[in-house]
Each structure stands twice: as structure tokens, then as C-alpha cells.
């Protein structure tokens, strides 16, 4: 185990002792649990409307995808007209474009990214290589399916997609989302132990908090 | 730092004013780009499931699949590539491999799904709305990944083979040989379409290998007679090559002969293995064709004892008697039966089956019988004037030009008839008149028009070579003979169809259409059939018939039990299929032997 | 006299030249930067380990974008691994392909026509053209404006439209191949050419204007991260981040390829080895290589041959050998060792991005004691982009 | 380049020359030759820029290859160094103190292939890879299809048909 992840009781300059557990996270000891829709179909209907017309996108460019983020951030295509935006943290993002292959190593960020986001959360996967393997369908260090280790809501083809494709995506998305059926969240915690199962095995060095958010 | 670098920045305010640069419709205005390489399109008529540009993409996106609407026949394996956009990179290799050029990309590049095994499809097949796209990547004029065009076969000139009996074809060099070896894509249709299912793409690969041994080896595992099929084959297999689509099909049957030139004869028979442990049984054959000593070598090699009784003076069958010499050296020949000899297997020549030996004799000893006595009768045109003595027919004449007979060549021929035999015939007698009078003047009428030809192309370009005159779409009505009863010519009338709307053969004239081609003889080549008078008239009666041939069950079996027939007599004129027919009726006789010994 | 920060409370060195940091004291912190983070450059990380508001030690971590093209290539034929070495790199691909193209030419003793080799001088040209102008956004981007990344993300998007027209695609072009390329200029490409390359003239004006004449970047960029020139040779540092040391490293003129030495251009050297004069370094470059795009399509022969002859791709052996192909990308020197054995798959294929060297072992060199809100600064300005590291 | 090799045969053991290029030569070189040679090259050729360093696997002749390439500008010319390590036990000196850049080559080399670089600086760290639990990856005795086979699922379904026997049993349906 690395030197910085071990537990250890740290001084601090005012003489101040206190223990660290990097491996623990002290705010969620649970796994998730399933939100459940809101009583009035009525009022559901009307957040799956506020939901679908504010897609807060994670920045996190996991793969090759993420260069046509930039047009799409940028004036030529201007996805923000539409609704979508770019977040920096987690904590502010309810879609995460897994954009193309990820590496054993990124799955493991991109699981704690996923984790880190607040209900109710999307995932679009972008390429071939989220639904099959696209070209990395031999490489030892890429998974194949995505949607064996995250709930994924919606698939672009291409590879890689451009960025018309992927304002094509969020229109679909939306669509999903009012008619109420991106659940991927309620999904994910739902079989949280068939998703951490399959994470776990691809992810030989699991170092990280069982449950994080 | 100045002033400047302060103020300079507010420049960018200007852009307050300038028009935006946002497209407004992002969804509809930007179609793919007149070549972009969007979703796969397929034309499904002009594909042939050859599967190459599932054999060429490097990220196994292609499945090749049966496609209900697609019928397999010659050259279509009836497979239509799906592809997996769960896999696919549009590099568009498989565009550019294509072999007939059917498959292509649209511009079109949104797809957007949510089940992931949706995006799967067969194009051309599963419909969609790129389907007719018009703009798209399609491989540029000239752009190819395979060489198109064949090495070329050196022949003898015209000039020079004309005169004699000499093999034309050369044979390629060792540099050309992998050359055009290299040019087969090794997609396989040509294997399902060979009658004998010879592992082409594997012994191309050995010349690419240069490991000739090997190629050899692979040959005589499915065909005792690669020599001469490497000189005489119909080549289903040619006319299956997928590489055929945009340029020419891959020499498959100069490679094969190309593989017996470059192995010394003497290693043959190391190659080919020792026969299996002898089992005590005992088989008969009747003619010693490609048929007959195909199924004789197939047994030998699974340890029977085979006896083969020839009629004539050689074995070897057609390929002696009925392929002049300048295709088919007989040498060449001997070769391929003498390695079957040295098999084991007995042959008896000059020994007629029903006068020298009876089919009951046969019965008795032996524990299985094989009829493959081939077609050797030419049949006749019947036309007025057929029975005039200068009227033959081409199989004799071939048979007397092999048995070494003076024949005198008349000095002007007309030959009937437009397949292979009336061509070998033709250019048989062609070489005789050259011999003899110093020059040719030789007329074949054909029945068929040039788009229906039988004959192979390259037979009827080499009789243009060689100065004789292919006449097409002409039916025979009658011999012309002067007052002396001498023949003086042929009278033809041209042909307007010839089968009727049910496909039956009832051939229609013109008329007004009629010509007088000159000849002191004629020559039918219309076809031949199989002498059955060898059978017993009991045994005759026995047996069950199919419109004058002998009826056969899949494996060659007769109504008899212990009678098998292979070859042309039961299944018409060629070399590579009488091969085929020797090895089912081996296979179906070894297993009878099995049950039997059980 | 400026801004002196106490230094006292740094960890002192070990004998093996390692820093004695020690987690339990209190003074030291682990920060990572990446890769989930709006300040890195791509998918990589740094791990930071400060005190205060300094680094007192950096080290980068790659490896999130390893898809193993190295072996991949092994087990696929030369032909198969044509579309797949594009992917190494994302915003400038089309190095791959040329040097894996001009690798196997070489090997395999077959040459490309002429004007297939100006038509590989130009898409690589374009190919740098774009590649800066990303870098300017995000050099901007990462101190803080914003602008700048609209502004070149959208001449950049017109010069991805030349790119699809004229090789089908926008980001993996997949169009220089063994052999040659894959097809000819379409009509009207150099009008419409002519007028993106005047956008981006326009928009290099603003540019140049708003950012390299700003108080605030002169300020944050000016003597951050400077590179002594001494360390570029140990360092293996190559292109502009050499040349902004004055050391005038450029692979087309010291090694000319393709059709180089046809063409008129002095290499672009800066003095002051620091993060501005490697954006200024960078951006004359891309001037320059606007200047090239012109040259090239007013030289270029007007027709020729695309491609040689190849044999049958599908059985395509080539006899041992091994060699390198050489070019200068945007970055520096791109490059590719091929190892053949004779077989129809490479034995080997080593690609030797410029990255490697740049955002490992310079980047932990520099980062030491910078501000830990200079580091995506600093880390931009080496212009690294992953997938070239860890491939 | 052959004048080069000429004057640098009467300073070192040098194996064969291999000219690939007119400005790139290839040159076997015994593994206690190396730095010295090294040496002599960047400080009295010219060849100041380590270019790359890698290796390659020769598994059938038991062998490991790592190439050191190096280019003088000024020369416009390159020279590899090969050197061949048996492939049991493979170890090589680190260079790091000649070219600090060499560390993360010989880094990636140690993960990649397994081969050992004692003293290098954060050699044994992972780099690339994290929790393998594999062979090293570039060995040629790795086969990266099986591990992907093994490790990770593929989506279902997919059939394909060979072209050849497809037809055979389409058009010879009497035969087995």
C-alpha cells in the first residue's frame, strides 16, 4: 500500500494531534440508497422537466471524446443555448460522458467521480469503445462494456462521434429524462453489490473508500 | 509592463459588435462532408460474402451472417457482412478491400441509442435511412490494397504451336508464381465451389511460402490428378474468385501446376505417405478415368486391395483419349497414374469388362464393384446426310490422334458444335491440316451465341490465334453433297433462341438467315454418352435408370448394393467432377467395407 | 524587492538526493492535481506534496489513457495497424500516421509518389496549426481567460471542416497510409483554405492583442518556469520549449522530411526560456506555419500520383530490419522506432512522443517550489498531451 | 557513419554495423562497452540528445534488445546502440546520471518488460500499469488477447460464418 494511504496520526503546527484514514470516507459508512420519485406524478414530472433542461456535465475527459467537448463549450456549436454545461467538480454535475475507452486505472477515478455525484445522475457513453471495446477490444488494460461497471443511459456511435452526434445525444437525453426513465442512479445503488462485484474485478488494487459521496 | 498592456486587452470589446459564428441548427445543417466516412451502406446484389473486409478489420467489428433474401450459388457464399459499431473505428479498410466494390460509407453520423447491442446491423439488409445516401466515402478511382491485374501465362506464339503437338502453356516462373500468388485474398469461395473442395487459399499460401512440399501435399490430399487438373481443369474455382469483381481472377489452376513443376517427381510419392495397413478387401473398378482411379487411390490408401480394368490399350481415361496433347502432354499423364500405381493399385489394360471378364465374375470376387466407364460415344446431329462417311465424330477422331492412327486431314473442315471438345478437335485437326498441307482453313458452327459461349474464353482467343473461324448462333439442317455423293459442306441456319419458355432445349431459326460453309468433312462435337453394353442384359434389367444413366444415390451408390458408378457417365463430362464423384464413391465403398468386416 | 516566502519549514534533503518528507509532522500535504480536474492537461495527474501555497515536490502519474498500442501493433498486420496509430495521439494524430507510414515505406523499400509527400507536408502542417491553437487556449485557459479558447476553438473548428473535406474525417483522418495517401485536394480546397487561414490570421491579431499584451499574463507567465538551456539536452527537451531557450531545435530544418526542403522558413527561437516566450514561441510558429500552408499549395505539383503500388495488404511481409522515422510536431520530436522480423506484424514499435520527456522528468524538475495555482500554467505550457506518454 | 564506426572500433569492442539510413546507423554493442561508449559519444561526437531507449523482445533466441538512440543535431546524423541481454534475469545499468530523462525510460522499461535497472531513481514505482498482476505486458510471451479474454466481458451474441464452409454446405448440401 502507498505511503500516504496508510493510517497515521498527524501533528498539526498548533500541537494538535489528530488520526487520518485516507482509505475511510467519514461521511458515507452506507451504500447508496434509492431516491424514490416524488408523490405527485404531477410534481415529478415537472422536476424531470427542470432536469432535463439543465444537464450539468462533468469535466472529466476520460478519453479521446473529450477533444470534441471543446467545440461543443466553445461559440461555433454552443451546447449552453441548449441547456448543457461544463462543471469542474462532481458535486456539481449530473451527466458524466464516460468519452470513449477506459483504462483500469481511469475506472477506477471515474467510478469515485460517478459516486461523488448527486442524485439523479446520467451517464452517456460516447464511442465504440463504451459499448463493445471499439478498437481496444484486445488491449489488456481497457474494459469492454460499460455498462458492466456504471448504469449507462444512452449510447452515441462513432468514433469518434462528433460533436453534432453528441448535441444529438442530449436531445435524446432529455427525452429520457422527462419521460422518467433515467434511473441509472436508483440502478446503481439498487445492484451496488453486482457493480462493485464486477468493478473489483477488473480494478486488482482497490485503495479506495468502499462507498463515496 | 506599460500602459498598453493595460488597455490593449480591451480590444477584445470589439467583438460586441461582430455577427456570432454560432450554427443555429447544429441537428440539420452540417451534413457529412461530400467524403466522409459516416455509417457502412452495402449494395447486397453486388456483394459476395467473400467476408475479406471482415478477413482486414483489425478490431473484428464484421461478422459475416446468412441473410435470408440472399440465395448462395457459384461465387455468392449467400453471407452479408454485419457490422458492430460497438467495435467498428471507420477506418473504411473495408471499404477499400472490398472486393466487389459494394460495400461504401455514407455521410451520415448520428446514431444515438440506448441499447447497446442495437447497434449491430447488416447494411444493405436491415434497413435505414442513410441507406440511399448519395454522398459519402467511396474508394477512390484507382486507390487498391490488392493487385488487380494477373500475372501473365507465356504461351507458345500461335505461329510456333500451330505446327505440332507441343504443350502452349509455359508454366510460371518461380518470381511469377508468387506474384500471383500473392494476389488471392484467401476468402475461400473457390473452395466451396471446386466440385473436389481443394484447399485452394492454403496451397497458394505455400507458394507465397515458398514451401512447395507442403502445397503438394496439400494438393494430392483431394485430387490424385493435380497434374492434369492443373492443365485441364474447368476452373469452377476461377469463376468464383472474388478478386474477379475488379480485375481478374486470381491463376488458381497455373498455381496448382505450378506447385507440381517446382516438386521433383521423385519426391511425389514420399509426400503423398505410405497406404494405410492392408484390411483384406477387395475392390473392383471399371475404367481407368480420373473417376475410376480416384476412387482406386483413395482406397489404396485406406489399405484395399484395387483392381482396375481398363478397355483400352492406356489408362487414364478422357484426359488420354478425349485432350489433345498439346493441353495434356501424356506424360503427364503417366505421372499422376503411375504414383496411384505405385499406390498398390493394380491396372489391368486392354481388358473389356463383359467380354474378358463378366460383371458377375467381378460380383463374386471382389467385395465391392465401381462402374466409371465415362462418354465415350459421340452422339450424332442426326441431321440429312449425318450417316455420310465423312460425317465423324470428334471423339473418335481424338482417340485416333492419341492412338498414334495416320489420319489424313481433309483440306477444308467444318466442326459442329461450341463447347470444349468441338475446340480441342478444331485445333487438333487445325495442326494436322498445318502438318499436311502447309495450312489451316477449319469452320466451327456453334449453336450458342458468343454471350452464352461453352467453350473457355481463352479456347476460343487461341482458335482465333490459330486461323480457325468460330461461327456463332448457327444450328446445323443438313450436309451438303454433290452429285458424286461427295460431301462438299455444311447448311446452317442462324439461331434465334434456343430453349423454348419452359428451358426445354427446342432451338428456333431464322430462316431467311442461311449459310453454306464449305468442308470435305464434318466433325460432330455436340456431345457424348456412356456405353452400357458391357452390362449384363439381367443386370441391366436390374438396375434403376434416370433418362439413360445410371441412377445414383448421393455417394454413387446404385440400386445394387454392391455396385457403385462415379464419374461422367453419371454425372456428364469433366475432369475435376469426376475426381469429386471418385472420392464420395471411396468414401461410401469404405464405409460399406467397415460395416461389412463389423 | 518582491515577495520572499519563508522556506524555512521545507524538508531537507536525504543522502539519495530524496526529500525527507515526513506526512505525520503536519506540514506537508498531499494535493492531487488531476485527473479529475479542471487545471491538467488531458487525462493525467500530478501529486503535489506542499507546504504552504509551494510545491515542494511534484511527480507526475500517467497511465490513465494506456490502451497498450505498442502490443496491439504487434498482433495486427502492417495494413491493420494504419487506423490505429492515429489514436495515439488525439488533437495532432496525423504524425502517427506519417511516421508509422514513411517506417513501413522504409522497411518494406517502396516509396511514396511526390505529390502524395506535399499532400503529407500539408496535412501535417494543418495538423500543427490546430495543435497550437489549442495549446493558446488552453495557456490562456489555464490563467484564467477564458476568451481565448472561444475565440481559437472556433478557427480551429474551420479548419477541422478543410480536414473533414479533404480526408473524410475530423479528428482521426486515417488518410496518410503506407504507400501514399488516400486522396486528392477536392475542388475549390484552396479557395476555401485561403479563407480559413485568413480567420485565423485575424483571430491570432486578437490574439496576440488580448493575451500577449495583458498586464495580468505578462505578469503570471513572465519567469515562471523557466528551463536553463543547459538542461535541454539532458532533458531530452525538443521543439518549441527547446527553441523558447534558443536553442534552435527544429527537426524540419535539421533533418528534413517530405518536402521541407522545398519550402522557405528559419525556425522560430525565443531567449527567455519561460512560459510567455514559449506561448510566443508557439504562437510565431503557428504564423509560420500558416506561411507554409500557403508555400505548399501554390508549389505543389498539380497532378501525380496518390499511391505506389502495395502488394496484397492482406499478406504483407516485410524482411528484418529496424529504423526510425523522425518529425517535429507541435510539441517537438515525434518519432517511431519500428523493429521488423521478416513476419507480416511489426516485431516492435516504440513511438517516442516529445511529452515523455516533458511532463515527467522536466516537469518534476521545474514545478519545484512554484505557487500551486501556477502548476496548470506551467504543466500547459510544456504542451504535453498524455496518450503520447503512456501510449 | 562508417568512418565514425571505423574510429570508434579503435576505441571500444564494437559487434556489427547495420547502416540503415545515410544518417542513421545501427551499432551491437557488448553491455560493459555501453557507457563508456556512451560517454565518448555525447561529449566527444556530438550526440548530446538521448532520443529514446527501449527494447525490443527477441523471445526466440532468448533475448532481450534495448536500443539507445541517440542524434547529433549538428551532424544531422543518429546512431542506435544495441545492446542484448539474455532475457532470464535481464538487468542493465542505469544511465539516469548521463541523461537525468533516461530515469523514466528505463522506469517504463522495468514495468513494460521486467527488466531490472538497480539504482535508477523510482525505478520499481508503478508508472503505467497499476495493480498488474500479469507477466510484464510487452513480453512476446503476453497474450493480450487471452488476458482480455479472461479478465473482461465481451458483449454476446456475436457469430460469425465462415464464407467457405457457409457455401460448401449451401451448394454440396449431400455432403457431411
Known sequence: MKEELKKRVIKGPDGFEFEVDPLQDYYCEAPPTVQPAAYQKIVEKIFNWARSESIWILGFGTGCGAIEMRPLMTPRFDAYRFGVQWRPTPRQANLFIISGYLSTKTLKRAIRSYEQMQNPKYVIGLGSCTINGGMYWDSYNTIKRLDDYLPVDLYIAGCMPRPEALLAGFEEMKKIIRAGKAEGGNLYAENFDWYKANQKKVIHDWDMPEHSW | ?598 | MGYQPDRSQYPQQREDGSLDIDLTSGKYLKLWQGPQHPGITGNMSVELTVCGDEVVEGKTHVGYLHRGFEKLMERRSFIQCFPIVCRICVPEPDFNEYCYAAAVEELAGIQSPERADWIRTLILEMGRINSYLMYLGGQAGSLGQGVIGQWTTYVRDLMLDRFEELTGARIYHMFILPGGVRGDLPDGFNKRMEETLCEIENVLKDVYETMFCNAVFKKRTVGLGYIDPELIEPYGVTGPTARAAGVAKDVRKDQPYLVYPELEFEPVVGTDSDVYARADVRRRDLLMSVDLVRQILSKMPNDGKLMTKLPNVLHWKIPRGETYIRGECSRGEYGYYLVTDGSGFPRRVNVRGPSYTHAVALLERLIVNINISDVAGLMVSLHTYPPEIER | MQTLYTKLKQLFKLGELTEQRQDLAFITVAQEQLRPLLLHLRDREGFTHLVLLTAVDWMEEGQFQLTYLLNDRAGARDIGLRVMLPRDSATMDSIHDIWPTAATYQRELREMFGIGFPDSPGVNDEFILEGWNDIPPYRRDFDTLKYSEENYSHRPDRETTDPAQHMKQQLYPDEG
Open chain 2, 1 to 598: 509592463m506599460s500602459i498598453r498592456d493595460v488597455l490593449s486587452p480591451f480590444t477584445a470589446w470589439k467583438y460586441l459588435f461582430r455577427d456570432p459564428v454560432t450554427i443555429t441548427d447544429p441537428l440539420n445543417e452540417r451534413p457529412g462532408a461530400a467524403r466522409y466516412r459516416g455509417f457502412h451502406q452495402n449494395d447486397v446484389q453486388a456483394c459476395i460474402g467473400c467476408g475479406t473486409c471482415e478477413t482486414i478489420c483489425q478490431n473484428a467489428a464484421i461478422d459475416m451472417v446468412p441473410v435470408e433474401e440472399i440465395l448462395t450459388e457459384s461465387g455468392d457464399s449467400g453471407l452479408r457482412p454485419r457490422i458492430d459499431y460497438g467495435r467498428c473505428c471507420w477506418c473504411a479498410l473495408c471499404v477499400d478491400i472490398c472486393m466487389t466494390g459494394s460495400l461504401t460509407m455514407s455521410n451520415e453520423y448520428k446514431w444515438v441509442e440506448s441499447d447497446p447491442d442495437a447497434f449491430r446491423f447488416i447494411p444493405g439488409v436491415d434497413k435505414k435511412h442513410w441507406d440511399d445516401a448519395e454522398l459519402g466515402y467511396r474508394r477512390p478511382e484507382g486507390h487498391r490494397l490488392t493487385p488487380a491485374r494477373r500475372v501473365e501465362m507465356h504461351e507458345l506464339e500461335p505461329e510456333t504451336r500451330i505446327g505440332s503437338f507441343a504443350e502452349i502453356v509455359d508454366g510460371y516462373s518461380v518470381a511469377d508464381g508468387l506474384l500471383e500468388a500473392e494476389r488471392c485474398v484467401a476468402c475461400g469461395l473457390c473452395v466451396a465451389t471446386c466440385p473436389t473442395h481443394m484447399s485452394i487459399p492454403d496451397y497458394i499460401a505455400a507458394v507465397r511460402d515458398g514451401d512447395y512440399e507442403r502445397g503438394l501435399a496439400l494438393l494430392y490430399e483431394t485430387n490424385p490428378f493435380s497434374e492434369v487438373c492443373g492443365r485441364v481443369c474447368t476452373h469452377k474455382c476461377e469463376t468464383a474468385c472474388a478478386v474477379q469483381h475488379e480485375g481478374e481472377p486470381v491463376a488458381i489452376r497455373w498455381l496448382k501446376r505450378h506447385i507440381t513443376d517446382q516438386v521433383p517427381y521423385e519426391r511425389y510419392r514420399e509426400i503423398v505417405g505410405d497406404p494405410a495397413p492392408a484390411t483384406g478387401k477387395r475392390v473392383a473398378i471399371i475404367g481407368a478415368g480420373p473417376a475410376g482411379l480416384t476412387t482406386a487411390y483413395d482406397l489404396a490408401r485406406k489399405g484395399h486391395e484395387v483392381v482396375v480394368h481398363e478397355e483400352r490399350e492406356n489408362p487414364g481415361g478422357m484426359p488420354r483419349y478425349g485432350i489433345p496433347e498439346y493441353r495434356l502432354p501424356y506424360d503427364m499423364i503417366d505421372r499422376d497414374v503411375d504414383l496411384i500405381r505405385s499406390l498398390g493399385v493394380k491396372i489391368h489394360c486392354n481388358s473389356r469388362v463383359g467380354t474378358d471378364v463378366t460383371m458377375d465374375q467381378l460380383q463374386q470376387e471382389y467385395d465391392a464393384v465401381l462402374l466409371s466407364i465415362g462418354l465415350h460415344l459421340g452422339r450424332s446431329t442426326r441431321i440429312p446426310g449425318s450417316e455420310h462417311q465423312q460425317v465423324t465424330k470428334a471423339v473418335d477422331l481424338l482417340r485416333a490422334i492419341t492412338d498414334g492412327e495416320e489420319i489424313e486431314a481433309p483440306r477444308q473442315v467444318v466442326v459442329i458444335g461450341g463447347g470444349n471438345v468441338a475446340m480441342d478437335i478444331a485445333r487438333s485437326m487445325a495442326r494436322l491440316q498445318k502438318q499436311q498441307h502447309g495450312e489451316v482453313n477449319l469452320t466451327v458452327t456453334a449453336l450458342e451465341d458468343f454471350a452464352h459461349f461453352l467453350a473457355d474464353p481463352e479456347e476460343v482467343k487461341e482458335c482465333g490465334e490459330e486461323g480457325i473461324e468460330i461461327l456463332d448462333a448457327r444450328g446445323p439442317q443438313g450436309i451438303m453433297l454433290d452429285e458424286n455423293e461427295n460431301l462438299i459442306g455444311l447448311k446452317t441456319w442462324h439461331v434465334v433462341s434456343i430453349f423454348d419458355e419452359q428451358g426445354r432445349f427446342a432451338p428456333s431459326y431464322d430462316e431467311s438467315d442461311e449459310q453454306i460453309h464449305q468442308g470435305d468433312m464434318v466433325i460432330e462435337a455436340i456431345g457424348q454418352m456412356t456405353d452400357v453394353s458391357l452390362l449384363s442384359e439381367e443386370l441391366t434389367e436390374k438396375l434403376e435408370w434416370n433418362r439413360g444413366r445410371l441412377a445414383v444415390d448421393v455417394d454413387g451408390r446404385t440400386s445394387e448394393s454392391w455396385l457403385w458408378a462415379a464419374g461422367d457417365c453419371v454425372k456428364g463430362p469433366d475432369v475435376v467432377h469426376a475426381v469429386a464423384d471418385g472420392h464420395r464413391a471411396a468414401n461410401s465403398i469404405d464405409s460399406y467395407l467397415k460395416e461389412k468386416t463389423v
